[in-house]
Antibody, heavy 124, light 107 residues
Framework: EVRLVQSGAELKKPGESLRISCKSSGFTFSRSWIAWVRQTPGKGLEWMGTIDPGDASTSQSPSFQGHVTFSADKSLDTAFLQWDTLRASDAGIYYC?????????????????WGQGTAVAVSP | DIQVTQSPSSLSASVGDRVTITCRTSQTIGRLLNWYQQKPGQAPNLLIYGASLLQTGVSSRFSASGSGTTFTLTITSLQPDDFATYFCQQSHLSPWTFGLGTRLDLK
């Protein structure tokens, strides 16, 4: 079955570190792009960035650059999202999603497969 | 960043109705606009890409159109399973951005 399975909910304190995971199955992980998307009540869905597990290259939204780190372990078919220093404002639901491109009259980039989400709470 | 504005933010309808949701972008994006459906407690699910192309497995009751800066998603003959939140997302320019969503609920 083609799927992305994310790690479980987290409750952390401001200043702590955190790494959440996204394990793929049913498709070639190293030939895919994995994106991270945050969802919060105030800002809705926000694309954070994308990693190419094949060469570990990343593309990040300026809104998140420098605050989070994307990584991937091809041997585990797993992508990771990491914070070294959490803030209260990092609370939200984090989704990993496969970024796929379809070719037509143009090249269409879509998030065609999503993990179930990881809820992150940050509170003193 | 390209701003994406959806309207209405919420919508009430009955089973069997036809509804339309609008998405506008702050600059022209050609046809690089995707639509997603999200049900409570679930991840978003791709419905439409390239402004009007139906994702495999999605019901033909969903259709969409538009180009440039104005796009619409139409759902005909609403079914109970359609009551959810709908998001549009532009893929023209990084950072890719989403609308805030339209919540469709049962009247």
């Amino acid at each position: 079955e083609v799927r992305l399975v994310q790690s479980g909910a987290e409750l952390k304190k401001p200043g702590e570190s955190l790494r959440i995971s996204c394990k793929s199955s049913g498709f070639t992980f190293s030939r895919s792009w994995i994106a991270w998307v945050r969802q919060t009540p105030g800002k809705g869905l926000e694309w954070m960035g994308t990693i190419d597990p094949g060469d570990a290259s990343t593309s990040q939204s300026p809104s998140f650059q420098g605050h989070v780190t994307f990584s991937a372990d091809k041997s585990l078919d797993t992508a990771f999202l990491q914070w070294d220093t959490l803030r209260a404002s990092d609370a939200g639901i984090y989704y990993c999603a496969r970024l796929t491109h379809y070719f037509g009259s143009e090249t269409y980039y879509v998030f065609d497969l999503w993990g179930q989400g990881t809820a992150v709470a940050v509170s003193p | 960043d390209i701003q994406v504005t959806q309207s209405p933010s919420s919508l009430s309808a009955s089973v069997g109705d036809r509804v339309t949701i609008t998405c506008r972008t702050s600059q022209t994006i050609g046809r690089l606009l995707n639509w997603y459906q999200q049900k409570p407690g679930q991840a978003p699910n791709l419905l439409i890409y390239g402004a009007s192309l139906l994702q495999t497995g999605v019901s033909s009751r969903f259709s969409a159109s538009g180009s440039g800066t104005t796009f619409t998603l139409t759902i005909t003959s609403l079914q109970p399973d359609d009551f959810a939140t709908y998001f549009c997302q532009q893929s023209h320019l990084s950072p890719w951005t989403f609308g805030l969503g339209t919540r469709l609920d049962l009247k």
